[in-house]
């Protein structure tokens, strides 16, 4: 296949390059480069595409595949065909890569196995399986999480079931640290640095759900390699600055769309009529967002008026983490209710922007950072040799973030989705 005519932004925040072309074979990028030197191979299909934009797919660093049908989250729901419906539509927005953290079954592996055998024609899996928290931590009370993940009393539980996950080779390892704003139980410390002491042993990075900056810097302090979330409760410090510098810590996932996603459909406005947005909701769930009732009930939630400040908060300690030089990543924590996959992705960029980042910040913490983060070698840019994940869009992401919805055409290991 080969694509030509372009301007290309390959991902690792080098100037776009117009009048670019590529050619793919077999899924991988064999040649890329001024369209004047490219040489047609014969029998190749091209596909001329002046005035369009070239980007790498977009890799998710905080998903959950599998568990939602409609508003409802269940363990039940995760089957074969919920899991590809939900990277279908993944695929759609340009999500070419997810990171399923911490509430899968032993389902993902073989369809992982299976993707990695060949070149998918949907999102790239890559899996937690199962996270960890206490017995009866967070989030085992929230509906349909309870048994999703491990829950560990001692070291010796943390040791069985690392080595477990490990034989499973899985490409992170979860831990929730929360305690829920004080409703929940937070798994001791003592037990994350055994989660963190023993997946390092096998080789795996671990990525934690926080909320809280003390959490963060004790974590930071035992060699986490990733915050899931964005700290949500006060200002970053030096200290933790200082700290991820020195550990080599990720802020992996900002997810600011999830701090949206809990007051935001209170007052929805001109969300739900949004084709870009609607296009990937079910006419019953759309049904149910637009009516008084679910509205209200979002809006008596008790901690309701406390929501945008997180949100706020959020996108603060993103923008000073990544001005301190901190590596950023990308994540949304879309696939549970009312956090849904692909536009929360894009949505995420525009937030990121608004938090105040650059456009070719955001696109390369959104490609080229996030695969770093996972360990993808062969993914995050359009570089010769790489898998052919890329996005083709109308207008430029760098003059306007939204602009990565102007989506033309996503290809996935080379097949056009
Ligand atoms: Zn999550």
Redesign the pocket.
Known sequence: MVLDGFTLIDGTGRAPVGNAAIIIVDGRIDWLGPKSQLKVPAGAQVTHLAGKYVMPGIINL?G?LGNTVGLAQDPKNFTRENVEKQLKLYASYGVTSVLS?GTDQDLVFEMRAEQRAGRPHETRIFTAGRGFTGIDGYPTTAPGMKGMPFEVSSPADVQNDVAQLAGKKVDAVKIWVDDHLGRDKKIPLELSKAIIADAHKHGIKVAA?VFYLADAKALVDADLDGL?HSVRDQPVDDALIASMKKHGAWQAAATLTREESTFIFAQPGALLTDPFFTRGVSPTVLAILKSPEYQHKIASDPDYSKYPQFLKMAMHNLKTLSDAGVKIGFGT?SGPPVRFPGYFEQWEMELMVQAGLKPMQVLTDATHNAAEFLGAKDLGTLERGKWADLIVLDKSPLENIRNTRSIHMVVIAGNKI
Do not use: K, T, V
Request: glycine residues 0%.
């Open positions: 905080h959950h953290l759900h899931a924590d």
